[in-house]
């Protein structure tokens, strides 16, 4: 059973910049694939950022590349979507993930998940 518990989430204008955090219980978080998916009201949950169990392999959707970046701390447990020049378009419940059995962060489809941050962007 892997327990994970995001944090970071807020309010920001535009342009604004933040950090999430998620931190996952387990001593073999090391060997998770994690990602971060987002649901806006009305909307499908889709995958934000993946990254593989070290970091060496990262994968973005297209609305956020060059403006997130994601990165894990394994001896922290800690997996962190850097969100740099928000929009209001990224407004949304972001939910961690975790991957057991899946090596590729592009095809996350999270065996365990967070309870989920409200990130909402002004304009």
């Known amino acids: 059973q892997v327990q994970l518990v995001e944090s970071g989430g807020g309010l920001v204008q535009a342009g604004g910049s933040l950090r999430l955090s998620c931190v996952a219980s387990?001593?073999?978080?090391?060997?998770?694939?994690m990602g971060w998916f987002r649901q806006a009201p009305e909307m499908a949950r889709e995958l934000v950022a993946g990254?593989?169990?070290?970091?060496?392999?990262?994968y973005y959707a297209d609305s956020v590349k060059g403006r997130f970046t994601i990165f894990r701390d394994n001896a922290k447990n800690t997996v962190y979507l850097q969100m740099n020049s928000l929009k209001p378009e990224d407004t949304a419940i972001y939910y961690c993930?975790?991957?057991?059995?899946?090596?590729?962060?592009?095809?996350?489809?999270?065996?365990?998940w967070g309870q989920g941050t409200q990130v909402t962007v002004s304009s």
């Open positions: 387990g001593r073999t978080f090391r060997n998770y694939a």
């Open positions: 990254i593989n169990w070290s970091g060496g392999r990262t």
């Open positions: 993930a975790a991957d057991v059995s899946n090596w590729d962060p592009q095809l996350m489809t999270g065996d365990y």
